[in-house]
């Protein structure tokens, strides 16, 4: 691709619009961008509503309507390269989430049941119908490179974006979020589990020995790990790790569990109940992709039903 002239689309599916708003941060780089490529259709930047023919194309967002699934396959067929473009699309992203529910189920409570609005009818015209699951991009149309990351750090999409322009493979590491943390994984004697940052007061210690959940060790880094950096733990918005998604027996919950109780005296059974009963949050980012929703070791809707049952019956102990 080098020395040909680069035209970019992006498009963006079912999202929150954040990878988009991402291109801002490239700040002045953006400009180092803009002298190899021509953007022609962004739905932030240009008012192009059609699909002209471009090299490169970013698509951002799930699949979870007849609308996005009709605007991937027009993206697939104008570029020569298409790009799943955040956790969103390569994931499912926390759309992925409503995996759990049906459409109906989903609809009712927007429609009908909602806590803050009035109820009304589920709208039949105007409103692309839902598809009965979200995917993420390459299980509608076929993919060429993907880029996590919600949204991925504008080094990624800097590096991304110019080595398109040079022609040649992103820079992109397997390396997990732990490798940019500088807190530093210590045996201590945490007997219990804390359950926010509050409770793990020393800003140089791993949240993992102190107690908290932190999902850094199963995330890959696509964002320089701010949130351990800044006291918060990870939710794992950028994905899993390769090691994670790759090995039908490696889990998310086990790993953090086995990681966990080798670092406290947490017992292991109790934190992958903990991570269970937590299971929408830990899994929302990545449980839409199959590599995550079918592995032999993921029962979320179980795990939720168990949940809701603990509940129930600490609410009946209270009366
Ligand atoms: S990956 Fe994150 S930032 Fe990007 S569209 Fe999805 S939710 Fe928004
Ligand atoms: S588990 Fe979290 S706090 Fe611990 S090193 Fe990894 S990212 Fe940092
Ligand atoms: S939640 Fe984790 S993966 Fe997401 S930005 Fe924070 S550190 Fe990175």
Redesign the pocket.
Known sequence: MTGTPVTLNTEWLS?????HIAIVDLHEKILSVLDAVTIQRCPVLTDVKDYPHATVGLV??AIRNTHDREAAEKMRECCDLVIAW???AVFG??AGAGNVHTPEELADAVYLHNKTTVSAPTPQRGVSPLEALVSPLDQAIEVDLYLP???PHPAFVFDALLALVEGRTPKATQESVCGHCTRQMRKTDADTLVSDASGAADPERCFLSQGCLCMGSVTIDRCLSPCPQNGVPCTG?SGATMQVLSEPNRDIRTEIAERMARLTKIPREAIIKEIERTSKSHYSYTMATRMIGTKPTFHIKRWIDDADQDHEGAKYERR
């Open positions: 999202d929150c619009s954040g990878c951002s967002g955040g956790s969103c992203g926390p990351g919600c949204p918005c």
